[in-house]
């Protein structure tokens, strides 16, 4: 956790000076004693109906303060709310319709990979996988969070669903390598600027040695910049609440 605090702190202080960096520091951890109170504890279990209807644990409600505490660090567990997760993949259907292999056949879900970087409990992969996907992925830092969402993955059943090859792997996403599948990539502001930088240089790279079709849907864009400023990708959706990245164009 010390470790975790101090790596934040220096990445901070190297670019806005001590000072800055440990003001910034004393303000996490004040939002994040503040967020620990009994009234800010039970505003976070209002996500807890998807869990309700479907028998899953993924509301973030039910994390503990440790895995939170380091959420501060990184990016705080959020599971996505089911209708804005379907209106992505809607608008991410309807792009695909205009968008064809090299031998001029037209594209579906089932071409592509689905990865989500940062998936915690794993509701977006359950969400996912009531689209017909060739497979699903999440990736995940902490071992906890990962743990529930394997067990999430066994215990969901659902008859709309049409993807069973789902998983979930506990690593650093600047760490993953990439499947050479032709990819859907789904990020809720996962973590910080840096390890943003990192995964879009591992992304770009795969890319390079193995050109294909990959898509980033980006909810909440918070920095967007870092993908707009990247080589291979450009925006061609920019909604209210997300961005739509593409290889293709």
């Known amino acids: 956790m010390l470790e975790t605090a101090w790596q934040w702190w220096t990445y901070a202080a190297r670019y806005e000076g001590y000072l800055r960096a ?82 001029h056949s037209p594209l579906t879900f089932r071409d592509f990979t689905f990865i989500d970087l940062g998936s915690g409990k794993g509701r977006t992969l359950l969400m996912a996988s009531d689209y017909p996907f060739r497979r699903i992925v999440g990736v995940e830092l902490l071992h906890s969070l990962h743990q529930i969402a394997q067990e999430n993955l066994r215990l969901y059943k659902r008859e709309p669903q049409k993807c069973f090859a ?59 910049h870092v993908l707009s400023q990247g080589a291979l990708l450009r925006k061609i959706v920019g909604a209210h609440q997300y961005s739509l990245f593409s290889t293709q164009g």
């Open 22 to 103: 440990t003001r910034r520091l004393l303000g996490v951890l004040w939002e994040f004693a503040r967020d620990s109170t009994p009234e800010r504890r039970r505003l976070r279990f209002g996500d807890a109906d998807y869990d309700w209807d479907f028998r899953v644990n993924t509301t973030s409600g039910a994390v503990g303060w440790r895995d939170r505490l380091l959420g501060t660090f990184h990016s705080e567990y959020q599971p996505t709310a089911p209708e804005a997760f379907h209106e992505m993949l809607d608008s991410l259907q309807q792009k695909l319709q205009w968008t064809t292999t090299p031998d």
């Open 166 to 224: 789902l998983e979930s792997v506990c690593t650093d996403a600047t760490a993953f390598v990439f499947p050479n599948d032709p990819l859907v990539l789904y990020l809720f502001n996962p973590f910080p600027e840096s390890s943003m930088r990192q995964v879009l240089a591992n992304l770009e790279q795969s890319l390079r040695t193995h050109p294909r079709p990959v898509f980033v849907l980006y909810h909440n864009p918070l920095l967007e």
